[in-house]
């Protein structure tokens, strides 16, 4: 489909006002900025509705733009916004703090991001092979529960409770986190449990009393490290925000949604560059529109994602995730 040079025009000023105002478009607002009678303005409008990229939300009401119009804006008609000075010094504060480690500058940033658009951000985040151990630590809680603390050589922390299967003695755990340090400090971590397997488990029994116990107790916690992706989600209820979400049904059905951790991994972006997945053409939902693109910074990969209305300030937000992007330190 070809558009004339008067219709672009057109429907981008439909689908920028209606981003704004969240109003249907009358051809009466537009006959000045056009400068054109508002007859012409009205046939243009109705030829736009014959090839889908306009609909009605009532007989008697102007127009706003369809799934397929802002389709045809984002492929064909918009242009990234230039950030703000007020955007990119919140977000500088964040990309410029050497202090904090790839996973935490992300996370922040798209914090930011969904506070400054009132939109939900999402990080979905995995630990790549690149990353070795550096040091792994336990707190005890009682004889069966503890919580391991990995560390790796990028800074990358995480953290996960362990339920012994039999009640250990923290001297037995004192001695098979000693076996553990010296044993796979500096393995990828995607290798640790082949290291346990080959490495640890034919030693840990002349070294530790209750070793079945620990040693299966440990290689299930690294076996859940190396395979689950972290997932953080920001501004779930800027959804509330939105003025097309004000019927209480959808808005407990989108917030379910959010909720839902295998719904939330499927955002997981395979393609390079920003994409834009806008209703029926995501995951989500089709009232919604999903802008997601992969990151693969410092040994750690990931996708971040911002969930808003199909009426979503797509420029800004092309803007504001390509700074993120292009700012992110990628140097060790």
């Given amino acids: 489909m070809v558009l004339t040079n008067r219709q672009e025009s057109l429907l981008k000023l439909i689908v920028e006002e209606y ?27 109705s030829l736009l509705e014959e090839y889908n990229l306009l609909e009605k939300e009532h007989i008697s009401s102007g127009r706003v733009p369809s799934e397929k119009g802002y389709r045809y804006y ?15 010094l919140k977000l500088q504060t964040i990309v410029n703090n050497k202090s904090l480690v790839v996973s935490d500058v992300i996370t922040r940033s798209m914090e930011i991001v969904s506070q400054l658009t009132n939109y939900t951000a999402i990080v979905l985040g995995k630990t790549s092979k690149d990353n070795l151990i550096s040091k792994v630590e336990v707190i005890p809680i009682d004889e ?46 995607d290798e640790v449990s082949s290291f346990l397997e080959f490495q640890v488990k034919p030693i840990i029994s002349t070294y530790v009393e209750q070793h079945e116990i620990l040693y299966n107790a440990f290689y299930n916690a690294f076996n859940d490290f190396t395979s689950a992706e972290s997932i ?11 003025p097309e979400f004000n019927d209480t ?12 951790k295998e719904l939330v991994k499927n955002i997981k972006e395979e393609d390079n560059g920003i994409n834009i997945y806008i209703g ?6 089709d009232d919604v529109t999903v802008i997601k693109t992969k990151y693969v910074v410092n040994g750690e990969e990931g996708t971040i ?7 979503m300030e797509y420029d800004r937000v092309i803007t504001l995730l390509n700074y993120i992007m292009n700012n992110i330190d990628k140097e060790d």
Avoid: W
């Fill in 19 to 45: 981003i704004q105002t969240a109003r249907p478009v009358s051809s009466k607002s537009l006959c000045e900025v056009m400068n054109c009678s508002s007859a012409t303005i009205r046939a243009e409008m």
């Fill in 249 to 260: 049904k959808k808005i407990r059905e989108i917030i379910s949604k959010f909720e839902d």
């Fill in 305 to 311: 994602a911002l969930i808003g209305p199909k009426r």
């Fill in 144 to 189: 069966r529960n503890m919580v391991a603390i990995i560390v790796t050589d990028k800074g990358h922390v995480e953290h996960k409770q362990i339920y012994m299967e039999g009640e250990v003695n923290s001297k037995d755990i004192s001695k098979t986190v000693e076996l553990i340090n010296k044993l796979i400090v500096g393995t990828p971590i």
């Fill in 74 to 88: 984002v492929d064909h008609i918009m242009q990234p916004k230039e950030l703000s000075g007020d955007d990119m």
């Fill in 232 to 242: 953080k989600v920001a501004g779930t209820k800027n959804i509330l925000m939105q």
């Fill in 280 to 285: 029926s053409e995501n995951n989500i939902d």
